[in-house]
C-alpha cells in the first residue's frame, strides 16, 4: 500500500486543485459605456437617399464570466441626397445584445436587436422598425472601437437601409 501512496496522494492533490481551480464561481460584474459614432450607408438604394451619419449612443452591461447582456440606447443623423425630399433622417435606437470578451477581454464580437425610431426634417413620415445590429470590438484601458453594420426598414419607400459603423467610446467596469 505505500509505494502505491507515493503515486496516488500527489495525483489527488493535483486533480483536486486543477478542480477547485476551474470551479470557481465567478462574481457579476457590470459596465456603463458612451460612444461617438460614423455610419456610412452599404446598400445601394440606402446610399442614393442619405449620406453618412453622426451620432452618439450609451448603455450599460452585466455578465458573468465573459459575456455581458446589454442594453443601449442612441440617436443618429443621416444627411440626405438630392435624391430625399423627406431630408435628413433622424434614427433613435434602444437595442439589447449580447458581448462576449476573448484574448484577456481585450477583444469581442457583439449582437443586438432593438427598435429603430425614425423620422425625417422636411416630412411628416415617421416610423418604429426593427434594427438588428453586429460587429466585433477592442478595448483597451476602457478605450473602446467597434465596427459593426446595422439594418433596418425606413418608413419610406427604401429596402432595407444598411450602414457600416465606427464607434469610439469609453467605457467603466463597476
Known amino acids: ?3 502505491y501512496s507515493k503515486f496516488l496522494i500527489p495525483f489527488a492533490l493535483i486533480l ?6 476551474s470551479a470557481q464561481f465567478k462574481l457579476p460584474h457590470a ?3 458612451a460612444d461617438i459614432n460614423y455610419a456610412t450607408p452599404s446598400s445601394s438604394a440606402f446610399k442614393d437617399a442619405n449620406n453618412g451619419g453622426i451620432g452618439a449612443e450609451a ?4 455578465g458573468l464570466g465573459s459575456t455581458m447582456l446589454l442594453a443601449t440606447a ?3 443623423t ?3 441626397t438630392l435624391n430625399n425630399l423627406a431630408g435628413n433622417l433622424h434614427v433613435t435606437s434602444l437595442k439589447g445584445g449580447l458581448r462576449h470578451y476573448f484574448l484577456l477581454g481585450r477583444i469581442f464580437v457583439m449582437g443586438n436587436v432593438g427598435t429603430a425610431i425614425q423620422s425625417y426634417s422636411k416630412s411628416a413620415i415617421s416610423g418604429n422598425n426593427l434594427v438588428t445590429e453586429f460587429g466585433a470590438g477592442f478595448r483597451l484601458f476602457g478605450l473602446e472601437i467597434q465596427a459593426t453594420q446595422s439594418n433596418w426598414k425606413q418608413p ?6 444598411n450602414a ?3 464607434k469610439f467610446g469609453y467605457s467603466f467596469k463597476l
Open 164 to 166: 457600416y459603423n465606427i
Open 16 to 21: 483536486v486543485a486543477n478542480l477547485n481551480s
Open 59 to 62: 448603455g450599460a452591461g452585466v
Open 156 to 161: 419610406i419607400d427604401v429596402a432595407a437601409s
Open 1 to 3: 500500500m505505500h509505494k
Open 74 to 76: 442612441g440617436y443618429q
Open 78 to 80: 443621416f444627411g440626405n
Open 31 to 33: 459596465q456603463i459605456f
